[in-house]
């Protein structure tokens, strides 16, 4: 299993290299630049070359990449144009949001879509099967930033959920880890843990939709295969209860396919982060993200890509690890 | 069917039990409110911000959202006063140019303190100007945008985009009264010591903090901790937080400030919600109490909603930039005519932009000094407007009009709109249009101000203070690849206008130089929109201002 690891983890550094360097190759062919970034409204041409000039950016792009990888491996992406502030600084104080959202959707998402997904195969062709494939195509093809306008037009205000922000203006909560659910349990605040927790309900259930409908499905068409298998009958004829078939045999080994999704899920939520925390002003890493891009901020934006995709090169190996442990058959091989 | 009445059961209990937790909720947000203040002075204001700021040192932005909140606690030597562009004292109580404007002498307002307990006086305001003059570093100064702009250079200078300075020195004559020398005369000053780019700060927080240390960081720069959590002046508030996790930024009162008196507001907090449809939720929700920038559309239902929609008198121009090195038909001023003639400007100010702007007649709004009604006009005549191009020999004029995407500016709310209105207005006399849409930062600024790659385009200005240079000065004083023209005569005119000294001698240049650029026609003004600041029905005392240069020590929650 070691060794299994330490492959993975050794596969995964040419990917953020190339991935490195496509992020640093599109941000330099947009027109624009920190520069212009930098001086806004008031830029002139003159201005522009002058403060090319003191960044660096006149010189070639392949020292100007080498001298970004070297700051980068030392953790250094420079500043935000944006905020001013250092970059690892600002992930490391809005990361906690987007974990807090994002683990709130994957939760939502796996614990409903699983029964609702093995109830779709159980009564294949039945009402909820139909009732639950259709709500599925609506969960996918709805986007995000609509549904999230119209769940703060509809439910905010007749269910008293806010939406926007993480916090009440009114709460002065203790910020220790910045996880604002877990700093109230700590500091014993409850009407901040409430406060907070009422804060997530309706972008995560926006944020949910996605991975909700996709596990849905995809546990629908594992459970349904595994129902064909041989062994199934196997351990039908041998006399097995319904109840016994089902959470031995059929959930174990249709879960496989599943957890695969919940894995890349919960990689691609943080796309859909982007939206959910943008529409809900909830200011995590997405939020952070739809700035940097509406604002041309390329320090922030070359920090968020590849920590983006280094979180989904982890997750992916922790989903190939999670293989072994569900499938003992992965591990021989 | 029992699973059924089981669902609607549980929906009943489910609505019940949101319904009590609605109610506690308000009450809850009630109880804290009332606690924070309120009773007609005192409170808690919390203002939505359409952005993040940068930092809270204005000398190194040019930045609106680091405006408004600095301008609450830091103070200029002259000010605008509430809801106009006109000025009036702040930290200075008089100010004379001499004879040839090289000479600026200010008295300075007695018994003011800065928020750190230490005396504002004449040594303060020259402590000031020096450490502007002074600033050294590339990164320093290329992010000191105003002040290179109005000072012309620095002491030394560190890039090639500045040029000789206006400032000589700073003369503490007695504790107050402070001497301003400069190498030339300024046309923009006085309006330009409103800028909050050019706020007095102490001078013993700038030294203590370090504020002068920029230091480049990847492609962009960082600034000192003075920058981001000592900020100190003399205004009605104070620094006391800046949570970048929540995007809040809390003042608290000033009860030393003398400028002129401490807020009323104990707590003044800027909350960062950069979607307007957010922000509208939020003052719905009472998270806020108010917000720059409301969608005209909501302005009805914000309206009914009791809250006030404020609009701000025009402080801007929308221009139809023409470049004349684009189409070699626009250098004909026939075909420059033709386009002016030819857009119904009346129909598209009352149908597209918000109540209260205006028809522009020139590039600079009524209420800049300089304007004048004596400019010649272009009234709506599209049959003139044939009769132009058919004698410049333009009857089938295609040009390439640019428009810009993913942005609304004051000046231009919505882009597409305008495009659309504009384009089918020359279209309507014969014009072919081809249209380019590009994003706002991502090609459409490079493309116009850098290539001029347009014949036609859409653009504007928000002023920065209260002189006519800011505006057409910025626009033509100079060979731009915007316009693609050279006229020695118009920059000369606009440079004699720079250099002529305050007052009526200066307002006239100035007029003089609109009247030429009317007749001239390098582009044609189009409208004077005006932008709105909504804040709740128990806000009292807020003014609009032009110049969205809103000061809330007058504010209470009512």
């Given at each position: 299993m070691l060794r299994f690891i330490v492959r993975r983890v050794l596969q995964a550094i040419p990917t953020l290299l190339i991935l490195s360097i496509l992020v640093f190759a599109w941000l330099r062919s947009l027109p624009g630049g920190p520069a212009a970034a930098l001086l806004g409204d008031k830029a002139t041409p003159e201005k522009i070359a002058d403060l090319n000039h003191v960044l660096g950016l006149d010189q070639s792009i392949f020292l100007q990449y080498f001298k970004f990888l070297g700051r980068a491996i030392t953790g250094d992406f420079g500043s935000s144009l944006v905020s001013g502030q250092p970059v690892m600084s600002e992930i490391g104080t809005f990361l906690p949001a987007t974990i807090e959202l994002g683990l709130s959707a994957i939760i939502i998402a796996v614990v409903l879509g699983i029964p609702f997904g093995y109830l779709a195969a159980r009564f294949k062709g039945g009402i909820a099967d139909n009732v639950i494939i259709v709500l599925t195509l609506v969960g996918v093809?709805?986007?995000?930033?609509?549904?999230?306008?119209?769940?703060?037009?509809?439910?905010?205000?007749?269910?008293?959920?806010?939406?926007?922000?993480?916090?009440?203006?009114?709460?002065?909560?203790?910020?220790?880890t910045n996880f604002a659910v877990l700093d109230g349990v700590l500091t014993s605040e409850w009407d901040a843990v409430w406060d907070a927790i009422k804060h997530l309900v309706l972008p995560a259930f926006a944020l949910a939709t996605i991975p909700l409908a996709v596990i849905t499905r995809i546990t629908r068409a594992s459970v349904l295969d595994v129902f064909n298998e041989d062994f199934i009958r196997t351990a039908n004829s041998k006399g097995l209860t319904d109840s016994v078939v089902r959470q031995r045999h059929v959930l174990r080994n249709a879960l496989l396919p599943v957890v695969t999704t919940i894995g890349l899920q919960t990689g691609a939520l943080l796309g859909g982060a982007v939206l959910t925390e943008r529409v809900f002003?909830?200011?995590g890493l997405g939020f952070l993200l739809a700035e940097g891009i509406e604002r041309r901020d390329y320090p922030r934006l070359q920090a968020l890509l590849l920590f983006g995709a280094l979180v989904y090169v982890v997750v992916n190996m922790l989903v190939d690890i999670s293989y072994g442990l569900i499938d003992p058959r992965v591990r021989v091989r | 069917?029992?699973?059924?009445?089981?669902?609607?059961?549980?929906?009943?209990?489910?609505?019940?039990?949101?319904?009590?937790?609605?109610?506690?909720?308000?009450?809850?947000?009630?109880?804290?409110?009332?606690?924070?203040?309120?009773?007609?002075?005192?409170?808690?204001?919390?203002?939505?911000?359409?952005?993040?700021?940068?930092?809270?040192?204005?000398?190194?932005?040019?930045?609106?959202?680091?405006?408004?909140?600095?301008?609450?606690?830091?103070?200029?030597?002259?000010?605008?006063?509430?809801?106009?562009?006109?000025?009036?004292?702040?930290?200075?109580?008089?100010?004379?140019?001499?004879?040839?404007?090289?000479?600026?002498?200010?008295?300075?307002?007695?018994?003011?303190?800065?928020?750190?307990g230490t005396p504002f006086n004449a040594d303060a305001v020259c402590y000031n100007f020096d450490r502007w003059f002074k600033m050294s570093g590339a990164a320093a100064q290329s992010q000191m945008i105003y002040y290179a702009d109005v000072f012309g250079g620095f002491a030394k200078n560190e890039g090639s985009a500045t040029g000789d300075p206006v400032y000589k020195n700073c003369e503490a004559k007695d504790p107050n009264t402070a001497v301003l020398n400069l190498n030339k005369a300024?046309?923009?000053?006085?309006?330009?010591?409103?800028?909050?780019?050019?706020?007095?700060?102490?001078?013993?927080?700038?030294?203590?903090?370090?504020?002068?240390?920029?230091?480049?960081?990847?492609?962009?720069?960082?600034?000192?901790?003075?920058?981001?959590?000592h900020v100190t002046g003399t205004g009605p508030f104070k620094f006391e937080s800046w949570d970048q996790g929540k995007g809040e930024i809390t003042l608290v009162r000033n009860d030393t400030s003398t400028m002129p008196a401490p807020a009323k507001l104990d707590k003044l907090v800027f909350k960062v919600i950069p979607d307007e449809n957010a922000r509208k939720q939020a003052l719905k929700a009472g998270d806020i109490d108010g917000y720059d920038f409301p969608a005209p559309a909501d302005y009805g239902l914000l309206r009914k909603d009791g809250d006030q929609v404020l609009v701000r008198p025009s402080f801007n121009v929308l221009y139809l930039g023409i470049n004349q090195s684009g189409n070699p038909k626009?250098?004909?001023?026939?075909?420059?005519?033709?386009?002016?003639?030819?857009?119904?400007?009346?129909?598209?100010?009352?149908?597209?932009?918000?109540?209260?702007?205006?028809?522009?007649?020139?590039?600079?709004?009524?209420?800049?000094?300089?304007?004048?009604?004596?400019?010649?006009?272009?009234?709506?005549?599209?049959?003139?407007?044939?009769?132009?191009?058919?004698?410049?020999?333009?009857?089938?004029?295609?040009?390439?009009?640019?428009?810009?995407?993913?942005?609304?500016?004051?000046?231009?709310?919505?882009?597409?709109?305008?495009?659309?209105?504009?384009?089918?207005?020359?279209?309507?006399?014969?014009?072919t249009i081809q249209p380019v849409a590009e994003p706002w930062n991502g090609g459409y600024k490079d493309d116009v101000q850098q290539f001029g790659k347009q014949d036609i385009h859409l653009l504007g200005w928000t002023g920065d203070y209260n002189d006519a240079g800011n505006f057409v000065g910025t626009f033509f004083a100079r060979e731009k690849k915007e316009f693609g023209f050279a006229n020695p005569e118009l920059f000369k005119t606009l440079a004699q206008a720079d250099a002529s000294p305050a007052g009526d001698q200066h307002a006239k240049a100035y007029q003089q130089a609109?009247?030429?650029?009317?007749?001239?026609?390098?582009?044609?003004?189009?409208?004077?929109?005006?932008?709105?600041?909504?804040?709740?029905?128990?806000?009292?005392?807020?003014?609009?201002?032009?110049?969205?240069?809103?000061?809330?020590?007058?504010?209470?929650?009512?």
């Open positions: 093809a709805v986007p995000i930033f609509f549904l999230g306008y119209i769940m703060q037009d509809l439910l905010s205000a007749p269910l008293g959920l806010p939406s926007q922000g993480r916090q009440a203006p009114g709460i002065d909560a203790t910020a220790v002003n909830f200011r | 069917m029992q699973q059924l009445r089981l669902t609607r059961t549980r929906r009943a209990a489910l609505a019940g039990l949101a319904g009590v937790v609605a109610v506690s909720l308000s009450a809850c947000a009630e109880s804290k409110r009332d606690e924070a203040g309120g009773g007609g002075s005192g409170g808690t204001m919390v203002f939505g911000n359409t952005g993040n700021p940068k930092m809270f040192d204005p000398t190194f932005t040019d930045e609106g959202e680091t405006y408004r909140i600095t301008r609450q606690m830091l103070d200029t030597l002259v000010q605008n006063k509430p809801g106009t562009a006109d000025l009036e004292p702040s930290l200075a109580t008089k100010w004379e140019p001499s004879n040839d404007g090289k000479t600026w002498t200010f008295t300075l307002k007695q018994g003011v303190k800065f928020s750190d300024k046309g923009a000053f006085p309006a330009a010591f409103t800028l909050p780019a050019l706020s007095i700060q102490s001078p013993s927080a700038l030294k203590q903090f370090g504020a002068d240390k920029v230091t480049q960081s990847g492609d962009s720069f960082t600034y000192s901790e003075y920058a981001y959590k626009l250098k004909d001023p026939r075909v420059r005519q033709a386009l002016a003639y030819g857009i119904n400007r009346e129909q598209f100010v009352k149908s597209k932009l918000a109540e209260g702007s205006e028809v522009a007649t020139e590039f600079v709004p009524k209420a800049i000094s300089g304007y004048t009604d004596d400019v010649t006009k272009y009234p709506y005549d599209p049959e003139k407007a044939k009769d132009l191009l058919k004698q410049a020999g333009a009857s089938d004029l295609s040009l390439k009009f640019y428009y810009p995407t993913e942005v609304t500016r004051p000046y231009l709310p919505n882009p597409a709109d305008t495009f659309t209105a504009i384009s089918q207005d020359l279209k309507n006399i014969g014009i609109n009247k030429q650029i009317m007749d001239f026609l390098p582009a044609v003004p189009i409208a004077y929109p005006s932008p709105a600041i909504v804040v709740d029905a128990k806000i009292k005392g807020v003014v609009a201002s032009p110049l969205t240069d809103e000061r809330f020590n007058n504010v209470t929650t009512g």
